[in-house]
């Protein structure tokens, strides 16, 4: 089952704007990852919150964590061309097997 | 560094038949990850091997999928038979070692399995 859901499921914006992408989750966690997927790729890891964290930076992204609420935010500022991949968040859950859990993903497109 | 590697790439297959996929994760790395990818879904976990034991199996279709870890390297997965439904693409991963809170994961880049 999917624990986070990325909103929204596509974007497209211009190089240079900011790109924003969300996640919500539904049970406690110990952290969040976000993961970049180029097309026909891999997944690369790009950043991880932890549950006592509530903000990193890293580079030209920035990731929020509100556990109230539930849910996490990735900021891509200055977006290039070569930002264009769908982007995932993963949850990794408090008790149980712990294991990282992907949402669906967001698609973004930065057009030149 | 080397990345995980993983083969074949690419497979086609006819439904009821089997096939094997292969990973050799970043030296050094404790913990493999076998997902599934359907095409517009995100990853989903298969199995997860801590060194050369199982810790996560709970999603794998034990009756047509296995999966080992020999001498905690590398790893192969099999499906026999397959189904249609079985068409994704299978991503091995690694992290350093999860039970010392080293989540980051590191992907191969998959194998796209097509069952017709």
């Known amino acids: 089952s999917q624990q986070g859901e990325e909103d929204p499921q596509a974007l497209s914006i211009q190089e240079g704007e900011n790109a924003t992408m969300n996640c919500s989750y539904k049970?406690?966690?110990?952290?969040l990852q976000w993961y970049r997927q180029n097309s026909g790729r891999g997944l690369v890891h790009l950043i991880l919150?932890?549950?006592?964290?509530r903000e990193k930076h890293s580079g030209r992204l920035r990731v929020t964590l509100d556990t109230s609420k539930k849910s996490s935010s990735l900021l891509i500022t200055a977006s290039r061309a070569a930002d264009t991949a769908s982007y995932f968040c993963?949850?990794?859950?408090?008790?149980?097997?712990?294991?990282?859990?992907f949402g669906k993903g967001t698609k973004l497109t930065v057009n030149p | 560094e080397a990345g995980v590697a993983q083969s074949p790439r690419y497979k086609i297959i006819e439904k009821r038949q089997s096939v094997a996929f292969w990973c050799n994760p970043i030296?050094?790395?404790?913990?493999l990850y076998w997902y599934q990818q359907i095409l517009g879904q995100g990853p989903k976990l298969l199995i997860q091997f801590q060194n050369n034991g199982v810790v996560d199996d709970s999603q794998l279709p034990k009756d047509r999928f296995s999966a080992e870890r020999l001498k905690g390297v590398d790893s192969t997965l099999k499906i026999q038979p397959a189904k249609l439904e079985d068409s994704a693409v299978y991503l091995c991963?690694?992290?350093?070692?999860?039970?010392?809170?080293?989540?980051?994961?590191?992907f191969g880049p998959g194998t796209r399995l097509t069952v017709t």
């Open positions: 030296s050094g790395h404790a913990t």
């Open positions: 049970t406690s966690i110990n952290n």
């Open positions: 991963a690694s992290s350093l070692d999860r039970e010392q809170f080293h989540y980051e994961q590191y």
């Open positions: 993963a949850t990794d859950s408090q008790g149980g097997s712990e294991k990282l859990v």
């Open positions: 919150i932890r549950s006592n964290e």
